[in-house]
């Protein structure tokens, strides 16, 4: 019984670890969650970008994701231009008071 209370105790703390030092804010208007690291990203990694699959595919660069622990790269990859005027705006960090602020790409 001791033991089975062990395991399900560090199963649950195995879960939560990664969310240390991630602060995530209520949903905002348009359900977006706000992603807060306590220090600066890593410089960007070079990318080597690929032929684009289509004509209307727009590169969006990889980035440093902050996972509630460290940052990890998430290496770029194309998206779809939803019409012709459409301007893609790739996500960056911006320093905040108390952290950086993950801003996500989004189409203008």
């Known amino acids: 019984m001791k033991r089975t209370f062990l395991l399900r105790a560090a199963s649950a703390l195995a879960l939560l670890v990664p969310l240390a030092g991630c602060y995530v804010a209520p949903p905002h208007a348009r359900g977006v969650v706000e992603i807060r690291a306590p220090y600066a990203p ?46 893609w705006e790739p996500g960056h960090w911006v320093a905040r008071e108390g952290g950086w602020v993950w801003v996500g790409g989004h189409w203008r």
């Open 42 to 87: 890593p410089t960007p990694r070079y990318e080597v970008v690929p032929t684009a699959p289509y004509e209307t595919a727009i590169w969006d660069p990889g980035h440093w994701h902050w996972n509630g622990v460290a940052y990890v790269w998430e290496a770029g990859h194309w998206v779809e231009r939803p019409h012709v005027r459409a301007v």
